[in-house]
């Protein structure tokens, strides 16, 4: 085989996540394809609010800074937020989070997906060291002399060092090379609408724990917040067959009318939540990140900025071994990456899991001393400091 027909490295899956890994290994030095089943999406100014958010954590914009994406996105429709209310509509305890007390200017920003993605997408069509093939389906893989090769749906055939499988929670090719999974289904969706209030949301992401569930009013940039609210499958469905007025009047309940009464809400959509962690990370020259390697419950809307530690973290060992000489595609090279970020993402998965069942439960004794619990993290700032300074990546 031609050396130049083989690539350094192969990312399957051009979300978020596989965007940002193909754009950083190109600025690393190194050849690579990038895959995805569907053409990225277009996104105008014009266009209305994709209802699909993330939380951007500082430590992911510095992240997306140094791969050259973050102004783009910064500088579109991201609304930072400076303040975190959290509070238990059981006990009333709450917990707030300012960035003035950690002498920064936002806690984090909340964006698009479909922003990040098109800036990520902008930004590989724009890198002559990036090749991509879209849409494109991997159907088989295989491994032969210290090159994995790709099989796609049109017949053509990609062959490289190093393939990095960012195609999702369903991931095929986490199928294809027989990694499997472990985790359970909440019986929960996530319902998400972006809503109008009657008063400003303060560049404040508020979120309040209910009985069945979250529900987080996250501030976007045209003065809206956008729900996530996560919700028993048949409260979910029952949610979703009302018409608008009703709708939000429940949503107000539901959050105290702490903007006052909702007055305006778009369509309405439901996503499945689950915990998945795949049982490892690594196949002979194959790597997961992002969704392919774990899922978590959005509570704490820690998912995205995972994945970019995934890929940061792989980055980082990859580049070093290229630098030193050695193949960074090697399993003994990888298994850094692998214990790193497997430790750090199952410690976290299972704390959001435990979390979302401790605020779930109605047993008295257990809401009784929850809310104290709270109320003494909000009093000790060295514990409130550690809490931010974790969800900001830091």
């Known amino acids: 085989m031609n050396r130049r027909s083989v690539f350094d490295v192969a990312v399957v899956g051009a979300g978020m996540v596989g965007s940002a890994a193909a754009l ?23 266009d209305e609010v994709d209802l699909r958010v993330v939380a951007i954590a500082p430590s992911s914009a510095d992240f997306l800074a140094d791969i050259g994406v973050w102004p783009r996105i910064a ?38 997906n479909r922003l990040v993605q098109l800036a990520l997408a902008q930004a590989i069509e724009a890198d002559g060291r990036i090749e991509t093939r879209w849409p494109a389906r991997v159907v088989a893989t295989s491994v032969e002399g210290g090159v994995r090769r790709l099989e796609l749906n049109d017949d053509s055939r990609i062959a490289a060092r190093l393939v990095i499988a960012a195609d999702g929670a369903a991931s095929p090719l986490r199928a294809l090379v027989d990694i499997d999974t472990h985790g359970h289904s909440y019986g929960q969706r996530a319902l998400v609408a972006h809503v109008g209030t009657e008063r ?94 774990h899922q978590v419950h959005p509570l704490a809307g820690q998912g995205v900025n995972l994945g970019f530690r995934d890929v940061a973290c792989l980055v980082e060992t990859i580049a070093q071994a290229h630098q030193d000489g050695r193949d960074f595609a090697a399993e003994t090279t990888l298994r850094r990456y692998e214990r790193r970020r497997r430790s750090d993402n199952t410690l976290s998965a299972f704390g959001f899991d435990a979390i979302n069942r401790l605020f779930r439960s109605q047993f008295e004794p257990l809401v009784v001393l929850r809310g104290a619990g709270v109320r003494l993290v909000n009093a000790l700032s060295p514990l409130k400091r550690l809490l931010a300074g974790h969800a900001a990546g830091r």
């Open 200 to 293: 400003p949301h303060e560049a404040t992401a508020w979120q309040r724990f209910l009985p069945g569930g979250t529900l987080a009013f996250l501030p976007l940039r045209d003065g809206r917040s956008s729900i996530v609210w996560s919700l028993p499958d048949a409260e979910c469905d029952r949610l979703l067959a009302l018409d608008d007025a009703a709708f939000c009047a429940e949503l107000g309940c539901a959050f105290d009318f702490r903007l006052g009464p909702i007055t305006s809400v778009t369509r309405r959509a439901a996503f499945p939540l689950q915990l998945q962690l795949a049982r490892r990370y690594l196949a002979p020259r194959l790597a997961l990140v992002g969704d392919a390697a």
């Open 75 to 112: 500088g579109a429709r991201s609304c930072a937020y400076r303040h975190m209310h959290v509070w238990d509509a059981e006990n009333g305890a709450a917990i707030d989070f300012d960035a003035a007390e950690h002498a920064r200017g936002e806690l984090g920003w909340i964006v698009e």
């Open 24 to 46: 950083a290994l190109a600025r690393s030095g190194l050849r690579v394809v990038a895959l995805d089943e569907r053409t990225p999406a277009a996104w105008d100014e014009g």
